[in-house]
């Protein structure tokens, strides 16, 4: 059984109100709950920028071509 650490943080809400919908019908135990299931089912994005920053480096870095390429396909997120 893992330990469990209380946080508090602040959502919209609509959104605290969509957490505890689920909670009302069911699909969720609690609203804790149903916030650790969310992020649980996110990926861990500090390890894969790791992990990326790794093969770029193993690779002998990235061209300013393929750094535009990534971000035209990314959006937001920057490639390294």
Do not use: C, N
């Amino acid at each position: 059984m893992s330990s469990t650490t209380r946080i508090t943080i602040s959502v919209p809400e609509q959104v605290a109100a969509k957490a505890q919908r689920a909670v009302e019908s069911g699909h969720a135990e609690s609203v804790s709950g149903y916030f650790t299931e969310l992020a649980e089912r996110e990926p861990d994005w500090a390890e894969t920028r790791a992990v990326l920053d790794e093969m770029i480096a193993d690779a002998g870095g990235i061209s300013e071509a393929d750094r535009r390429w990534a971000r035209s396909v990314l959006g937001d997120a920057d490639p390294a």
